[in-house]
């Protein structure tokens, strides 16, 4: 039998993984709260460990709004073209550059340099709204922005971790290059491919500032940047209901409620990508 010993790190470390984890989870769970309760019972404390009463009527505005529907139509749509198209971009950018190619090294250079240096905020809107005319098209927010530099570097990073046998043992019974890509390698790859995709899907969901530059009407606006207008005018929109009607909505309600209507989908996919997550960022960063 094996005696274990009392660790006092140990114990101390989990303490404060405890407290962290706490800390990190009281503001979400604040902001449940708050979108559960009245205007009154906020009013007499802004900060509510457990409600007296729960109310669903912020829930009720939020859902009520038809062009929320709409907006979260927008954004289910960049995210589901969204995704893969970067996705491909980035892996197939990474399995490349991983390759004796010529000029591989200028490629690698030249790539990165574009994560600290661009053109800038007005020549990419002339490119994309007046080259492109792209402007209330909902491409403007997945074609430009395709290639994400750090996800090709995980990328590469992983791919480089693939022992080449792998892929001189295909080459002898015959596979070529897209072959071996794409029944050999991106096998291999799962936990890569889904560390990156949950990135992506991120991102995408969280879309809004391109949705804000390039569309110039309200039906193409993203969820985001809907919430974001939403948030802004809500206090103005309840100032001018009936008393009645305002009794129970307020505006720190609406704008908690409209919070975890968003976080939603992202928390619901995440448990089930963390289990690769870890692991795929981890391996990412070896000989990277």
Not at 133 to 161: C, D, E, H, S, V
Not at 186 to 200: D, E, G, S
Not at 256 to 271: E, G, K, R, Y
Request: aromatic share 14%; charged share 10%; hydrophobic share 50%.
């Amino acid at each position: 039998m094996v005696n274990k010993k009392f660790d006092p790190s140990l114990v101390a470390i989990s303490v404060i993984l405890l407290i962290l984890a706490f800390v990190v989870l009281l503001p979400f769970y604040n902001a449940v709260v708050i979108s559960l309760i009245s205007n009154k019972e906020y009013q007499e404390s802004v900060f509510v460990l457990w409600p007296r009463s729960i109310t669903f009527q912020s829930y009720s505005y939020v859902f009520g709004w038809s062009r929320l529907f709409r907006a979260a139509g927008v954004t289910s749509l960049v995210t589901l073209i969204g995704v893969p198209y970067s996705m491909f971009l980035s892996i197939t950018a990474a399995y490349a550059l991983t390759k004796p190619i010529p000029g591989r090294k200028f490629f690698i250079v030249f790539i990165m340099f574009t994560m600290f240096f661009n053109g800038g905020l007005v020549p990419t809107y002339i490119l994309i709204a007046s080259t492109l005319n792209l402007t209330n098209n909902i491409f403007a927010m997945i074609l430009p922005f395709g290639l994400n530099i750090w996800y090709m570097l995980l990328m590469q990073g992983y791919l480089r971790t693939i022992s080449p046998e792998f892929e001189e043992s295909a080459r002898i019974d015959g596979a070529g290059d897209i072959t071996i890509f794409v029944r050999i390698v991106l096998p291999l790859c799962k936990p890569m491919l889904a560390t990156i995709a949950l990135y992506c899907a991120v991102d995408r969901w969280n879309e809004w500032y391109n949705g804000m530059l390039y569309m110039n009407t309200s039906t193409g606006w993203p969820l985001q940047f809907l919430v974001r207008t939403m948030i802004e005018s809500s206090r103005i929109v309840l100032e001018n209901l009936p008393q009645d009607i305002r009794h129970n909505n307020f505006a720190m309600g609406i704008q908690m409620a409209v919070i975890i209507v968003t976080i939603i989908p992202i928390a619901i996919v995440f448990p089930f990508m963390q289990k690769y997550f870890a692991k795929g960022l981890t391996l990412g960063g070896v000989k990277g």
